[in-house]
Nanobody
Framework: VQLVESGGGLVQPGGSLRLSCEASGFTFSNYHMSWYRQAPGKERELVATIYSTGHITNYAESVKGRFTLSRDIVTKTVYLQMNSLKSEDTGVYSC???????????WGQGTQVIVSS
């Protein structure tokens, strides 16, 4: 089982990034996929979730209207499009897969996002 994140980097405030999380080793369509982030000195927080059906997404209030979560069933990849980035979006972004019945959970290693001028 693997979740491999990519797409992080340094971006100026107001800029955009697209994070990718490529999954392998499990039945992708049976899992809810989420992005979490952890800023320095802060607890990890849930950013967005797309449910196993692919039809419902939830977002943290702090990112609503700026971030968009989507998935590609064929490539088993989840994307987090992040626009209008703010300095408070800085952190390590990690991908999580949770089986729809809660029995199994997987995490990626994370990708660093730094929003700074």
């Amino acid at each position: 089982v693997q979740l491999v994140e990519s797409g992080g980097g340094l971006v100026q405030p107001g800029g955009s990034l697209r994070l990718s999380c490529e999954a392998s080793g499990f039945t992708f369509s049976n899992y809810h996929m989420s992005w979490y982030r952890q800023a320095p000195g802060k607890e990890r927080e849930l950013v967005a979730t797309i449910y196993s059906t692919g039809h419902i997404t939830n977002y943290a209030e702090s990112v609503k209207g700026r971030f968009t979560l989507s998935r590609d069933i064929v490539t088993k990849t989840v994307y987090l499009q992040m626009n209008s980035l703010k300095s408070e979006d800085t952190g390590v972004y990690s991908c999580r897969a949770l089986h729809l019945d809660g029995r199994a959970e997987y995490w990626g290693q994370g990708t660093q996002v730094i929003v700074s001028s």
